[in-house]
């Protein structure tokens, strides 16, 4: 992450606490990226009907919260994962050291207004009027006990922050792993590889390579054993293709029994290399049947892989890999399209 990118996420940061606690705002995920945004000032409508919510009520109630999480920032979630993700981690580390510091300026004010208090000692050696120093008692009680009652809820508020901060960082990431990994499988999932390969085309286009590759007979897998067993198929492919990767693969689950792995910094023949390397690896996968006493020892898989092409586009390239993924399986199975020149 740059070091810009951190500071302005920083900068915000410390514009979105103060505000928070002003309004009472509890310190959850969505109410943290609502109040991020707001002062950002990046989106109008969302500043007006969070301004107008908060004249109405002086704070924002959770209802209100939600809606206005899911009609401005949700949707932006989806289209900037990546941008989204560094900036949370910059926000969570600077948040943490901003409560640390905001606690330090509570505790000297605090002091201040013990000071305070020491002026009374010197009212007997003043002329001054009853009246006045009554008056000067009644101000000054009045003043330090509001400041106090404002410390005190402030210092509670802070201490509350800092262990909901903790669990912030940790339901934020829950969040981003839900969103970009399969549950069933630990595989990176299609919304992942989307927002990836999109990435590369754009950034590092040049010897960028895709492999698709489906399990053979897969559906023929769920019907006689179930889908159970299926299930225990998917994650024993998915685990051996993660084992196979080389430094910069990622696997990816791209729906049902397909996957799609990236690989950068790779040409088509290495690419077909991993991909015949791959097929052999799941050759040797079995999964058993304990209740049946059987084992799955016929597994395979069929893949098919591309090349980025000058001005493709990652539909295109995805495109030609699924083509050659289908040939393989028009051809009989268990293969890799294209077929190697070597």
Same mark, same amino acid.
């Given at each position: 992450?740059?070091?810009?990118?951190?500071?302005?996420?920083?900068?915000?940061?410390?514009?979105?606490?103060?505000?928070?606690?002003?309004?009472?705002?509890?310190?959850?995920?969505?109410?943290?990226?609502?109040?991020?945004?707001?002062?950002?000032?990046?989106?109008?409508?969302?500043?007006?009907?969070?301004?107008?919510?908060?004249?109405?009520?002086?704070?924002?109630?959770?209802?209100?919260?939600?809606?206005?999480?899911?009609?401005?920032?949700?949707?932006?979630?989806?289209?900037?994962?990546?941008?989204?993700?560094?900036?949370?981690?910059?926000?969570?580390?600077?948040?943490?050291?901003?409560?640390?510091?905001?606690?330090?300026?509570?505790?000297?004010?605090? *002091?201040? +207004? %013990?000071?305070?208090?020491?002026?009374?000692? $010197? &009212? =007997?050696?003043?002329?001054?009027?009853?009246? /006045?120093?009554?008056?000067?008692?009644?101000?000054?009680?009045?003043?330090?006990? *509001?400041? +106090? %009652?404002?410390?005190?809820?402030?210092?509670? $508020? &802070? =201490?509350?922050?800092?262990?909901?901060?903790? /669990?912030?960082?940790?339901?934020?990431?829950?969040?981003?792993?839900?969103?970009?990994?399969?549950?069933?499988?630990?595989?990176?999932?299609?919304?992942?590889?989307?927002?990836?390969?999109?990435?590369?085309?754009?950034?590092?286009?040049?010897?960028?390579?895709?492999?698709?590759?489906?399990?053979?007979?897969?559906?023929?897998?769920?019907?006689?054993?179930?889908?159970?067993?299926?299930?225990?198929?998917?994650?024993?492919?998915?685990?051996?293709?993660?084992?196979?990767?080389?430094?910069?693969?990622?696997?990816?689950?791209?729906?049902?029994?397909?996957?799609?792995?990236?690989?950068?910094?790779?040409?088509?023949?290495?690419?077909?290399?991993?991909?015949?390397?791959?097929?052999?690896?799941?050759?040797?996968?079995?999964?058993?049947?304990?209740?049946?006493?059987?084992?799955?020892?016929?597994?395979?898989?069929?893949?098919?892989?591309?090349?980025?092409?000058?001005?493709?586009?990652?539909?295109?390239?995805?495109?030609?890999?699924?083509?050659?993924?289908?040939?393989?399986?028009?051809?009989?199975?268990?293969?890799?399209?294209?077929?190697?020149?070597?």
């Amino acid at each position: 992450m740059t070091l810009s990118l951190l500071q302005q996420a920083a900068q915000y940061l410390k514009k979105a606490l103060p505000l928070m606690l002003k309004y009472q705002i509890p310190i959850t995920p969505t109410n943290y990226a609502l109040w991020y945004a707001y002062v950002s000032e990046q989106n109008a409508p969302l500043n007006s009907q969070l301004d107008e919510i908060v004249s109405q009520y002086q704070t924002c109630p959770p209802s209100a919260a939600e809606q206005l999480y899911r009609e401005h920032i949700s949707s932006e979630q989806d289209l900037n994962t990546r941008e989204i993700r560094q900036s949370v981690e910059a926000m969570t580390v600077e948040l943490s050291q901003s409560l640390r510091d905001t606690s330090l300026d509570t505790t000297t004010f605090r *002091e201040r +207004l %013990d000071k305070n208090f020491g002026k009374l000692n $010197q &009212l =007997e050696q003043q002329a001054t009027s009853l009246e /006045q120093i009554m008056d000067m008692v009644r101000n000054l009680v009045q003043d330090s006990g *509001e400041i +106090l %009652d404002s410390t005190d809820y402030f210092n509670q $508020q &802070l =201490e509350k922050s800092q262990k909901e901060i903790l /669990q912030l960082q940790q339901k934020l990431q829950a969040a981003e792993k839900d969103g970009l990994f399969d549950a069933l499988t630990g595989c990176y999932n299609r919304r992942a590889f989307d927002v990836d390969v999109k990435l590369l085309v754009k950034e590092v286009p040049n010897k960028l390579c895709v492999i698709m590759a489906d399990i053979d007979h897969f559906k023929r897998i769920n019907d006689t054993y179930g889908h159970m067993l299926g299930d225990q198929v998917l994650k024993a492919v998915s685990a051996r293709l993660r084992e196979n990767c080389r430094e910069g693969m990622k696997v990816y689950r791209f729906g049902g029994e397909e996957f799609a792995i990236l690989v950068p910094n790779s040409q088509l023949r290495m690419a077909r290399h991993v991909a015949e390397s791959f097929r052999r690896s799941i050759e040797k996968v079995s999964v058993k049947d304990r209740r049946k006493n059987a084992t799955i020892n016929n597994i395979s898989a069929s893949f098919g892989v591309s090349e980025w092409q000058n001005k493709d586009s990652p539909a295109k390239l995805l495109e030609r890999a699924d083509a050659q993924l289908y040939e393989a399986k028009r051809l009989g199975r268990n293969r890799v399209m294209p077929i190697s020149n070597d």
